[in-house]
């Protein structure tokens, strides 16, 4: 069972303590568990996704405008 990002969980075991006078060899006992998922949700994956694609296309837009204007590779790059 999940509940947001936190899931819980039981299962049976079979212990092996004799503790306090408590005989638990041939008992099955209850164990439970939680635990915390620290995968990031698909919107935050998708935002980092978004966000770097923006950047890469406009540094292409930027160079290929330079380019546009008649100007080779080696005048933008050498330009002030």
């Keep these: 069972m999940s509940i947001g990002d936190t899931f819980y969980g039981t299962f049976a075991g079979l212990g092996n303590v004799n503790a306090g006078g408590i005989d638990t060899t041939r008992l099955i006992d209850p164990f439970f568990f939680s635990g915390t998922d620290a995968v990031p949700g698909p ?26 204007d008649g100007e080779t590779l080696a005048e933008v790059s050498l330009a002030p």
Excluded at 57 to 65: E, I, Y
């Design 43 to 68: 919107a935050s994956l998708s935002l980092v996704l978004s966000g770097l694609a923006a950047v890469m296309w406009l540094r292409r837009r930027k160079k290929n405008q330079c380019l546009n």
